[in-house]
């Protein structure tokens, strides 16, 4: 089986979120990137394929030369080969256009990518991909099997769980569960000191339309302190709930 | 020119969230005509309440199960049919599965997480919530039709006067529509889901074990609110995966979440920032939580909760 995994490039989580340009750009100064959490749960399980069933796992990033770290943060993990499109990401067709291109090339069979990034939070390259390449699509997977050509995952639904089947060539959007929390791989030293040495293929862009433009950013105007309510008093919490916040 | 809706429906009636997506329509068609696209629903004619002037009603045993390739391959045939330029879907997990599929067979530009009605239509351009809540993102879509996904409880209902005609629609649908195939649906009955609800009620590690949660679910049960956990209830299994919120969970949207003996870390803030008002209880006033609270209390929730459900009881009572 050859399996890709998209791997997006993003803030961790306890990055400060600034603009800079007049509000156009998000500032990067001092922000630290790592592999879209969503995206390391999908590397995870297709390293388990690997090493279960037998696959080779190739990751690619559509991105600027930046981004090569994170690459190499998953080659470290385990991954065969890193591909990265020399484009900046402008949107999410633009990008499922690119990952299109490079699924076609290579043909994989199993196409891993995040329910979404947590930078921009668009939740839209899977879905845009597999419709882009007609392939089947199961989105927010937290259980993934495959025997021969036969995917069986688990979709979390609003409320519950459901069980689908599909033929490969699949596309996923992964998330938590694909793998236990516990499970997810780091990268050691042996696997740091293999990475440098793994190809690392810098393939130029397709010419890709975008469909939207970040035009500007704002951040929430700042919020009032908090209001505490003495726990002797909690009939005054109700008022607040009732007369002020109109919530209940 | 008209602007499409997709309303979902649960066991034949409408969600919340189809009245929700039907009133942002009629707001962003000014003049023109919102038609709506249900399946399976038991009277279609309710949308009009909402402002949608048609429904196109599919009634399709083969469509009574979810599937995305097959409702994006029939909303596809109805926004081509109509010549709509305007598609709005909600944000539930079966809308962000089809909104995608449906943006490539349509050539549109998608914008997800939409906040507000759009800052202005020509050019088209929607406000939408970014980094995890912590920023907003205004976006401008470029395509001829644009697809918008607005967040639950973003906008609210309105109410309009009007009546909706219902016509029979019959999408042609292929084998292949059918290629991802559902093989069973694992949900529970009657409980309000975490992205419906309007009040989420949520617990954390502060609770110390599972048998404690009977106080969540009847304060749960007297707002008619979803519960919810904080991720390390869920690693732990206190309480189902389905339940977890946060970053790595569910997003919240709801009017109000309460937060019983959750910190507050920045990853579960992350999932709960979109949640109109919040309300905290700890015993620790350093908690995190604090600051992004609107409403605190101090104190032990073993002993706050019992009472507030008390409180809460004899308020319904009086309100109902
Ligand atoms: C990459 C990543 C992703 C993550 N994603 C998520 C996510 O999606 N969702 C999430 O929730 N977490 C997430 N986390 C974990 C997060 O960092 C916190 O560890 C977690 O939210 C803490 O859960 P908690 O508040 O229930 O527990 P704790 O931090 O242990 O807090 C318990 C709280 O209960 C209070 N308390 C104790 N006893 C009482 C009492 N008797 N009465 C009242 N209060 C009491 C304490 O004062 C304390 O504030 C993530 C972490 C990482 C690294
Ligand atoms: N620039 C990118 N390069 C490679 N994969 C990406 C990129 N952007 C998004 N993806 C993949 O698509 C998923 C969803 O991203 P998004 O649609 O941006 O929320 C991510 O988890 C990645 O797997």
Known sequence: ?248 | MSVLVYTETEDGKFKKAAFEVASYAKEVAGGDEVVAVSFNATDASELGKYGVSKVLNIQNDKLSKFNAEAYADALTQAAKKEGSKIVVVSQSANSKYVAPLLAVHLKAGYASNVMAAPESTDPFTVKRSAFTNKAFNFTKITTDVKIVGLSQNAFGLKENEGEATVEDFSPELKDEDFSVNVESVDKAKDKVTIADAEVVVSGGRGLKGPENWGMIEEMADILGAATACSKPVSDMGWRPHSEHVGQTGKPVASNLYIAVGISGAIQHLAGINAAKTKVVINNDPEAPFFKAADYGVVGDAFEIVPKLNEKLKEFKAKNA
């Not at chain 1, 999410?92 to 299109?100: D, S």
């Not at chain 1, 390259?125 to 050509?149: K, Q, R, W, Y």
Request: aromatic share 4%; charged share 25%.
């Open chain 1, 1 to 248: 089986m050859k399996i890709l995994v998209c791997i997006s490039h993003v803030p961790d989580t306890t990055s400060k979120i600034n603009f800079t340009d007049g509000d156009s750009k998000f500032d990067t100064n001092g922000v630290n990137f790592v592999i879209n959490p969503n995206d390391e749960f999908g590397l995870t399980r297709a390293m388990w394929f690997k090493e279960k069933q037998g696959a080779s796992v190739d990751v690619v990033n559509v991105g600027g030369a930046e981004t090569e770290p994170t690459l190499r943060k998953a080659l470290a993990i385990g991954a065969d080969n890193a591909i990265r499109v020399n484009t900046p990401a402008t949107d999410g067709f633009q990008v499922a256009k690119q990952l299109a291109k490079v699924a076609k090339d290579g043909g994989y069979d199993l196409i891993i990518a995040g329910r979404e990034s947590i930078d921009y939070n668009g939740g839209m390259v899977p879905g845009m991909l597999a419709g882009i390449l007609d392939a089947n699509f199961i989105n927010t997977c937290i259980s993934l099997e495959v025997e021969g050509d036969k995917a069986t995952a688990i979709r979390e639904i609003d409320g519950g769980k459901e069980t689908l089947t599909a033929s490969l060539p699949l596309v996923i959007g992964g998330q938590k569960g694909l793998v236990e929390e516990s499970d997810l791989k780091i990268p050691n030293m042996r696997g740091i000191m293999q990475a440098r040495k793994k190809p690392l293929n810098v393939v130029e862009p397709d010419e890709a339309a975008t469909h939207t433009e970040a035009v500007k950013f704002e951040k929430p105007a700042p919020k009032g302190d908090v209001k505490l309510v003495d726990p002797e008093n909690l009939d005054e919490l109700i008022d607040l709930l009732h007369n002020e916040a109109k919530a209940i």
